[in-house]
């Protein structure tokens, strides 16, 4: 199975080539087009600010290319929150695939949030064999707000949209790739929307 990883210069890049590695996936991470359409599913990572990620989809014309993909799409982190109509971190307009604002959290709460959190309300494909109230991996200082599109919410002060699905596009705002056997679960149950 040929897995693209959109390589657009963000962090986390390594764990996740690891954690598909250990369910017997090679992925490829890649800038070019022709390669990104004809993989089986796709991973839209990120670790990083948003207006400057921005920035480089757009030098690579990757902003107009991943909303027209056909697979299964994964973003990871700042790769859902691009995923969305905007952000409040730089101001930016993002790939409007999911119909949600990225906000800040409160001055009141410790950002960024980081550690482990419960995911709750789980739906959809993507949540296959893993509980409701598991704990995953989360590292941010923005959120997804909650929309018709959410399919796993998390509390930290607010209510906010841990996993997003519209199609064939995925986002999940937690790291799988660094959440343990569930977080691993997880990429398995992606895995299998690509076959």
């Not at 986390?12 to 990104?36: P, T």
């Not at 400057?52 to 990757?62: H, P």
């Not at 997880?186 to 929307?193: A, G, I, K, P, T």
Request: hydrophobic share 40%; aromatic share 8%.
């Amino acid at each position: 199975m040929k897995i693209a990883i959109i390589d657009y210069g963000a962090g986390n890049i390594q764990s996740i080539l690891f954690a598909l590695k250990r369910l017997g996936v090679e992925g490829k991470l890649s800038a070019d087009a022709e390669e990104i359409k004809t993989a089986q599913g796709v991973i839209f990572p990120g670790v990083g600010e948003a207006s400057s990620a921005m920035t480089k989809l757009r030098a690579t014309g990757l902003d107009q290319l991943i909303p027209t993909l056909q697979q299964p799409v994964l973003g990871i982190c700042l790769g859902m929150q691009l995923m969305c109509r905007s952000t409040a971190e730089g101001n930016t307009k993002g790939l409007g695939i999911f119909d949600v604002e990225v906000k800040r959290f409160s001055p009141a709460l410790k950002v960024p949030q980081m550690g482990w959190n419960t995911i709750e309300k789980l739906k959809g494909p993507l949540f296959d064999h893993i509980p409701e109230s598991s704990y995953m991996y989360l590292v941010h200082s923005y959120y997804a707000a909650l929309a018709s599109e959410t399919v796993a919410q998390t509390d930290y002060g607010v209510a906010y949209s841990s996993a997003l699905q519209k199609e064939n596009f995925y986002g999940v705002q937690f790291h799988p790739e660094k959440s343990s056997q569930l977080g691993q679960q997880l990429l398995q149950n992606f895995l299998q929307l690509c076959e």
